[in-house]
Nanobody, 125 residues
Framework: VQLQASGGGLVQPGGSLRLSCEIS????????VGWFRQTPGKEREFVSA????????NYSASVKDRFAISRDNAKKTVFLQMNSLKPEDTAVYYC???????????????????WGQGTQVTVSS
């Protein structure tokens, strides 16, 4: 499985961005696609995840009510709509796939086996 993340950029506080993650290769109904972010010197942080086969969605507390994850199975693409962006949202954002996902581990970046290259999001005035 290969992933290509895109859509990052520079935005002012309060602005919006939409990230996309295009997936190639086989992905299953038991899989999940997650978004994580990372800043220099810090561990990769869970942002959101969506099941490929069910309506199960997870968000971190820091982005819930501001971010929305969705998917288009036909196009094999997952989106992360980010609204009301804050300077602390600045990071490199990665998408990743866990082919045999379990809800209780979806927050853990270590269970994801395939990763995209990352896209930079900078929130600054």
């Amino acid at each position: 499985v290969q992933l290509q993340a895109s859509g990052g950029g520079l935005v002012q506080p309060g602005g919006s961005l939409r990230l996309s993650c295009e997936i190639s290769g086989r992905i299953f109904s038991s899989s999940a696609v997650g978004w994580f972010r990372q800043t220099p010197g810090k561990e990769r942080e869970f942002v959101s995840a969506i099941s490929w086969g069910t309506n199960s969605i997870n968000y971190s507390a820091s982005v819930k009510d501001r971010f929305a994850i969705s998917r288009d199975n036909a196009k094999k693409t997952v989106f992360l709509q980010m609204n009301s962006l804050k300077p602390e949202d600045t990071a490199v954002y990665y998408c990743a796939v866990d082919l045999a996902s379990r809800p209780q581990t979806r927050y853990n970046w270590k269970v994801y086996t395939s990763w995209g290259q990352g896209t930079q999001v900078t929130v600054s005035s």
